[in-house]
């Protein structure tokens, strides 16, 4: 029933590899999100979009960078994928209307391995 | 700065026994508060939300959630629990002065554990 489409789901690959994790909504969403969540702890904001061709980092320093240049496509790449970057992934969206209350929708997740 | 604080890292309970999940934040102004909810290898879903009034809202699967102004907190609570909420569950908090960004700041997660 999700909206939200996040793959890979789950993705393991070697030091120094680009990847981008893909993800889609059909909702019609202005704003996307894409979040880091390592086990315990909080979910951190990596970046954001109020809308097409809207890009802004998020509160926790990342070394990915994203792209909006379709209303419902919202990719998250990483140039050389290290150990470090090893967490999951969850991309969400929400309404443009009354922005501090809209709820979030999530993806499902890509669980990332970097070894 | 806003923080949520969710005091319990694991929380078991018994198939049919009730169950609270305890929130406290932090925040100057009109706090928005959301509770969500993620099963194993899932994004998470939406399971109420505060903005004002009522101070006790009510939510989806049976669940519900009290305000408290005075002590900074958000309680979800659930009568009877099923085997089927075994999950995570996270506390975040909106920032009404957020303008276009609606960021939520959320909680490090309670994980809820049912026990036949």
């Known amino acids: 029933e999700a909206d939200i489409y996040q793959t890979p789901r789950y993705l393991v690959i070697g030091t120094g590899k680009k990847i981008t994790l893909e993800c889609s909504q059909t909702?019609?969403?202005?704003?996307m999100y894409w979040y880091q969540q390592d086990p315990g702890m909080e979910l951190h904001l990596i970046h954001y979009?109020?809308?097409?061709?809207?890009?802004e980092k998020g509160d926790l320093s990342s070394e990915s960078t994203v792209s909006r240049i379709r209303t419902e496509h919202f990719p998250l790449t990483l140039e050389s994928a290290r150990p470090s970057h090893t967490s999951q992934y969850l991309c969400?969206?929400?309404?443009?209307?009354?922005?501090?209350?809209?709820?979030?929708?999530f993806g499902n997740g890509t669980r990332l391995t970097v070894t | 700065a806003q923080s949520v604080t969710q005091p319990d890292i694991h929380i078991p309970v018994s198939d049919g026994a009730s169950l609270e999940l305890r929130c406290n934040y932090s925040y100057g102004a009109t706090p928005y508060l959301f509770w969500y909810v993620q099963s194993p290898g899932q994004g998470l879903q939406l399971l109420l939300k505060?903005?004002?009034?009522?101070?006790l809202v009510q939510g989806i699967k049976g669940f519900e959630a009290e305000f408290k102004r005075s002590q900074s907190s958000f309680t979800l609570r659930k009568p009877s629990v099923h085997w089927s909420d075994a999950a995570e569950y996270f506390c975040?908090?909106?920032?009404?002065?957020?303008?276009?960004?609606?960021?939520?700041?959320f909680g490090t997660g309670t994980l809820l554990a049912v026990q036949p």
């Open positions: 979009s109020y809308g097409v061709n809207s890009t």
């Open positions: 909702m019609g969403h202005d704003k």
């Open positions: 969400a969206s929400s309404e443009s209307r009354q922005s501090y209350n809209s709820p979030l929708h």
């Open positions: 975040a908090v909106g920032d009404s002065y957020g303008g276009a960004t609606n960021k939520l700041i």
């Open positions: 505060y903005f004002s009034g009522d101070t």
